[in-house]
């Protein structure tokens, strides 16, 4: 991946974070990378999804809390909007 390629695209991710939590610092901006792809990944290939959650049922569990907390931040930011 070319530097600029990289650079442009965190900056996606950081406007995209804002947008969603209405922060964007790096560990909320990992949390909501990893959110993204893996709601990506249990919509477009469920059955890997859910082969992943009977593999790893504690990351499984680690998922829905960060699911959880982006959701939650979601609703916060919209709500002081």
Do not use: C
């Amino acid at each position: 991946m070319e530097k600029i390629f990289a650079e442009q695209f965190e900056a996606l991710l950081e406007k995209y974070s804002d947008l969603l939590v209405g922060e964007s610092s790096e560990q909320t901006k990992e949390k909501v990378k990893v959110w993204a792809l893996y709601t990506h990944i249990a919509k477009s290939m469920p059955a890997l999804a859910k082969h992943w959650n009977e593999l790893y049922p504690e990351a499984k569990e680690e998922m829905r809390e960060m699911i959880n907390e982006i959701k939650l931040l979601n609703e916060q930011y919209r709500e002081s909007r």
